[in-house]
């Protein structure tokens, strides 16, 4: 990492969320020494990154905006990459943060920038804020480890890199992150001096990374799990839409992940991930794999990491990976594999290899796996995937389990043999999947589908007026995706609630809105709505409100 110092010192000329005042000694009344971030305040108030409302005051509760989050992000972005900060002000005076944030990856969506920025939201922008070098994992944080983040939400991956790189360590003992709040700056304080200083960073654990159930594994290590390679027959057999080959990673073979997709005005469509295996040069003709096993033909135009613009990129590197102008947003999706057009990986949706589940005490389940089970797989995106054969008996937790048989039954993609694929169920990590065998065809099956349905319910809730406060539903059935309407009432007609990326975090089967308490009963519902057309209308929940007399009573 560059000079902490420096680092520190130069990028006040950039954050101007506050005038630059370097402070000897700090007087603010409202931070006390037994306050958590009581030491992280005074660290960024001494460099000189943040100050007071006040000589008195810090106001460590006030919020942030995604405006101030996203000029954050740019500043440390340009100082870490160029150890300078040329940024300035625009019109508005954060646009050059958002074109450079934009450019740079950082962020690839639209905010209400005055709006004020939720934990969920700041994180997003600040886990893409540093190359990987400068967010390395010190802690162990498994899947699914933090209580109110389940790693199936969208924002999980960024909530999760910031927990294992020591920026956050959450709002309580238990490490909830309370995604939906909003970021106080209190909370700026710390993550601003742990981002640009690596000694603040904080070590601590939440339970085993999925490293002892991989104990085993060192001793099969490559030569068992090579095992495989006599019998594959790359040359005779490549086929780079879907042959016979059992597809073993070779140095030469380029594959990719797409982790996002983007479009962005005067390039054109961009791929995002991290290069797998092999390389890649401009003009390279490439394959878009879908997950309905279909192919598109694309060639590389553009290849750009960190903003800067490559002629090539090898294994390990994450890319910005621009495609020709043929190939639009909707040609192209999260989870799609990118591979080289003489690429001999076999496109499939059955595979063979060892499951290895965690035990109730690792935080698995605890009840078998039996054959049938469905769970899903995660790799970039993640997969519906069926049991087909276990080999035996129901896997039992805790145990491991080689030649187990699993089939996508609405999903293909490119695997490779040694591949680790994350084994989840409704939020919870069961395992590991090892790719020992990829079996070569895609041979979908016709599932029964059940009517689309509402399993949880949106809750009353009562609270005082100001507090905001947060309804969930959670669908099942039809056909994915699902899009969510929530509605409110006056009493006679039900209106539209705007759905917008501050109050409502939606992800897959579960949608939760957040609403102000007022001095009014408010009446709402959820009309759900899946890829068929068809509906459902969630039960009504009320959000009374309660105030205190001059007294203090309720």
Same mark, same amino acid.
């Given at each position: 990492?560059?000079?902490?110092?420096? *680092?520190? *010192?130069?990028i006040?000329?950039?954050?101007?969320?506050?005038?630059?005042?370097?402070?000897?000694?700090?007087? =603010?009344?409202?931070?006390?020494?037994?306050?958590?971030?009581?030491?992280?305040?005074?660290?960024?108030?001494?460099?000189?990154?943040?100050?007071? &409302?006040?000589?008195?005051?810090?106001?460590?509760?006030?919020?942030?905006?995604?405006a101030?989050?996203?000029?954050?992000? +740019?500043?440390?972005n340009?100082?870490?990459?160029?150890?300078?900060?040329?940024?300035?002000?625009g019109?508005?005076?954060?646009?050059?943060?958002?074109?450079?944030?934009?450019?740079?990856?950082?962020?690839?969506k639209?905010?209400?920038? !005055?709006? !004020?920025?939720?934990?969920?939201?700041?994180m997003?922008?600040?886990a893409?804020?540093?190359?990987?070098?400068?967010?390395?994992?010190?802690?162990?944080v498994p899947?699914?480890?933090?209580p109110?983040?389940?790693?199936?939400?969208?924002?999980?991956?960024?909530? @999760?890199k910031?927990?294992?790189?020591?920026?956050?360590?959450?709002?309580?003992?238990?490490?909830?992150?309370?995604?939906?709040?909003?970021?106080?700056?209190?909370?700026?304080?710390?993550?601003?001096?742990r981002?640009?200083?690596?000694?603040?960073?904080?070590?601590?654990?939440?339970?085993?990374?999925?490293?002892p159930?991989?104990? %085993?594994?060192?001793?099969?290590?490559?030569?068992?799990?090579?095992?495989?390679? %006599?019998?594959?027959?790359?040359?005779?057999?490549?086929e780079?839409?879907?042959?016979? /080959?059992?597809?073993e990673? /070779?140095?030469?073979?380029?594959?990719?992940?797409?982790e996002?997709?983007?479009?962005?005005?005067?390039?054109?469509?961009i791929?995002?991930? &991290?290069?797998?295996?092999?390389?890649?040069?401009?003009?390279?003709?490439?394959?878009?794999?879908?997950?309905?096993?279909?192919?598109?033909?694309?060639?590389?135009?553009?290849i750009e990491?960190?903003?800067?613009?490559?002629?090539?990129?090898?294994?390990?590197?994450?890319?910005?990976?621009?495609l020709?102008?043929?190939?639009?947003?909707?040609?192209?999706?999260?989870?799609?594999?990118?591979?080289?057009?003489?690429?001999?990986?076999?496109?499939?949706?059955?595979?063979?290899g060892?499951?290895? *589940?965690?035990?109730s005490?690792?935080?698995? #389940? &605890?009840?078998?796996?039996?054959?049938?089970?469905?769970a899903?797989?995660? @790799?970039?995106?993640?997969?519906?995937?069926?049991?087909?054969?276990?080999?035996?008996?129901?896997?039992?937790?805790?145990?491991?389990?080689?030649n187990?048989s699993?089939?996508?039954?609405?999903?293909?993609?490119v695997?490779?043999?040694?591949?680790e694929?994350?084994?989840?169920?409704?939020g919870?990590?069961?395992?590991? =999947?090892?790719? /020992?065998?990829?079996?070569?065809?895609?041979?979908?099956?016709?599932?029964? /589908?059940?009517?689309l349905?509402?399993?949880?319910?949106?809750?009353?809730?009562?609270a005082?007026?100001?507090k905001?406060?947060?309804?969930?539903?959670?669908?099942a059935?039809?056909?994915?995706?699902?899009?969510?309407?929530?509605?409110?009432?006056n009493?006679?007609t039900?209106?539209?609630?705007?759905?917008?990326?501050?109050?409502?975090?939606?992800?897959?089967?579960?949608?939760?809105?957040?609403?102000?308490?007022?001095?009014?009963?408010?009446?709402? #519902?959820?009309?759900?709505?899946?890829?068929?057309?068809?509906?459902?209308?969630? !039960?009504e +929940?009320?959000?009374? @409100?309660?105030?205190?007399?001059?007294?203090? #009573?309720?």
């Amino acid at each position: 990492m560059k000079k902490t110092i420096a *680092l520190l *010192l130069s990028i006040v000329m950039c954050i101007g969320i506050i005038p630059m005042t370097f402070a000897a000694e700090m007087n =603010f009344e409202d931070v006390k020494p037994a306050a958590w971030y009581y030491n992280d305040v005074k660290i960024a108030v001494e460099s000189g990154l943040v100050n007071g &409302k006040s000589e008195t005051s810090y106001a460590p509760e006030d919020n942030l905006t995604y405006a101030e989050a996203i000029k954050l992000a +740019a500043c440390m972005n340009q100082l870490y990459l160029e150890g300078t900060v040329t940024l300035k002000a625009g019109n508005p005076w954060y646009r050059p943060y958002v074109d450079y944030c934009e450019d740079n990856h950082i962020i690839s969506k639209n905010y209400n920038y !005055n709006d !004020n920025a939720t934990r969920a939201g700041y994180m997003g922008i600040f886990a893409n804020a540093l190359p990987a070098e400068g967010l390395k994992a010190i802690n162990n944080v498994p899947n699914d480890a933090i209580p109110d983040v389940p790693s199936s939400r969208s924002y999980a991956a960024a909530v @999760y890199k910031l927990y294992r790189a020591g920026i956050l360590t959450g709002v309580d003992e238990a490490h909830n992150c309370d995604p939906l709040a909003n970021i106080k700056r209190s909370e700026v304080a710390a993550i601003l001096t742990r981002m640009m200083n690596e000694d603040k960073r904080i070590l601590f654990s939440m339970g085993e990374e999925p490293e002892p159930t991989k104990e %085993p594994e060192p001793t099969k290590e490559p030569e068992p799990t090579k095992e495989p390679e %006599p019998t594959k027959e790359p040359e005779p057999t490549k086929e780079p839409s879907g042959g016979n /080959t059992p597809t073993e990673l /070779t140095s030469k073979q380029f594959l990719m992940y797409a982790e996002d997709v983007l479009t962005i005005t005067g390039k054109g469509t961009i791929l995002t991930g &991290k290069v797998v295996s092999g390389s890649i040069k401009l003009g390279d003709a490439l394959q878009i794999v879908h997950s309905d096993g279909t192919v598109t033909k694309a060639t590389a135009a553009g290849i750009e990491m960190y903003r800067k613009n490559l002629d090539s990129a090898e294994k390990g590197d994450n890319i910005g990976l621009l495609l020709n102008a043929e190939i639009t947003k909707d040609m192209a999706a999260r989870g799609d594999a990118v591979i080289g057009a003489d690429a001999d990986f076999t496109i499939a949706n059955r595979l063979k290899g060892t499951l290895k *589940l965690l035990s109730s005490e690792e935080g698995g #389940r &605890k009840t078998p796996i039996a054959q049938e089970d469905k769970a899903q797989f995660y @790799y970039t995106s993640d997969v519906t995937g069926r049991f087909a054969d276990l080999n035996g008996e129901a896997v039992a937790p805790g145990e491991t389990r080689e030649n187990v048989s699993v089939i996508f039954p609405k999903s293909a993609g490119v695997w490779y043999v040694g591949q680790e694929l994350t084994v989840r169920d409704s939020g919870r990590t069961l395992g590991t =999947f090892i790719v /020992t065998e990829v079996i070569a065809g895609v041979a979908f099956e016709k599932e029964e /589908t059940t009517p689309l349905s509402i399993v949880t319910q949106p809750e009353d809730v009562t609270a005082r007026v100001g507090k905001t406060v947060s309804f969930t539903v959670v669908a099942a059935g039809g056909k994915a995706p699902y899009s969510y309407q929530w509605e409110v009432s006056n009493g006679e007609t039900w209106n539209k609630l705007s759905n917008t990326d501050e109050n409502t975090v939606t992800d897959a089967d579960t949608d939760t809105v957040k609403l102000l308490s007022t001095k009014s009963v408010i009446r709402l #519902r959820c009309v759900i709505t899946d890829a068929d057309g068809n509906s459902v209308i969630s !039960n009504e +929940a009320i959000l009374r @409100y309660i105030v205190r007399n001059i007294h203090g #009573r309720l």
